[in-house]
Antibody
Framework: EVQLLESGGGLVQPGGSLRLSCAAS????????MSWVRQAPGQGLEWVSA?????????YYADSVKGRFSISRDNSKNTLYLQMNIVRAEDTAVYFC??????????WGQGTTVTVSS | DIVMTQTPLSLPVTLGQPASISCRSS???????????LSWLQQRPGQPPRLLIY???NRFSGVPDRFSGSGAGTDFTLKISRVEAEDVGVYYC?????????FGRGTKVEIK
């Protein structure tokens, strides 16, 4: 069974940093691109970032996080990461990772909650 | 960025009756590879999103056949042939033809 388990969320002060992880199982992680999507409280879905299959592969970002967030992956550990720097109140959200098959976000994790507040 | 416009934003439906959600994109979603990367996702209360339909009309694994997708270019529709209680939630269209990926605002389906 394909499973994605996000972790690393929590309370962080404005201007601080946080690293989210997404542990994958049930599929050959290195064969698939991966994505991060977030959902602010009571709001809709916002795409955040994506990375192709290889560790040194192409990365993509929403303008709202470009220059502050960094996506990466460790295929030997079947894990996706999102390094969040210089966080803002508007980054408060549930962050989902999603397995991405030919640009289709086909399986989603349960999400991890990030709260940015002083 | 491609803007995805969903209508309606709220959809009260009667159990057993059909339902339809529209999604319009601000530009064509036809990719240079010939595919149209328009997906529909369902988010039940308290749950993560779940893929229902990809590339306009393809049902994802395990999705009941009462869900169907159609459309082309910039206009797309999700239909539920007979609404069941478990279909309550918010439905999103999403385009993956171009970066950044973008979502519609969501349509909340509730039972009358």
């Amino acid at each position: 069974e394909v499973q994605l388990l996000e972790s690393g969320g929590g309370l962080v002060q404005p201007g601080g940093s946080l690293r989210l992880s997404c542990a994958a199982s049930g599929f050959t992680f290195s064969d698939y691109a991966m994505s991060w999507v977030r959902q602010a409280p009571g709001q809709g879905l916002e795409w955040v970032s994506a990375i192709n299959q290889r560790s040194d592969s192409n990365t993509y970002y929403a303008d709202s996080v470009k220059g502050r967030f960094s996506i990466s992956r460790d295929n030997s550990k079947n894990t996706l990461y999102l390094q969040m720097n210089i966080v803002r109140a508007e980054d408060t959200a549930v962050y989902f990772c999603a397995k991405t098959h030919y640009d289709i976000l086909d399986v989603w994790g349960q999400g991890t909650t990030v709260t940015v507040s002083s | 960025d491609i803007v995805m416009t969903q209508t309606p934003l709220s959809l009260p439906v009667t159990l057993g009756q059909p339902a339809s959600i529209s999604c319009r994109s601000s530009q064509s979603l036809v990719h240079s590879d010939g595919n149209t990367y328009l997906s529909w996702l369902q988010q039940r209360p308290g749950q993560p999103p779940r893929l229902l339909i990809y590339k306009i009309s393809n049902r994802f694994s395990g999705v009941p056949d009462r869900f169907s997708g159609s459309g082309a270019g910039t206009d797309f529709t999700l239909k539920i042939s007979r609404v069941e209680a478990e279909d309550v939630g918010v439905y999103y269209c999403m385009q993956a033809t171009q970066f950044p990926r973008t979502f519609g605002r969501g349509t909340k389906v509730e039972i009358k």
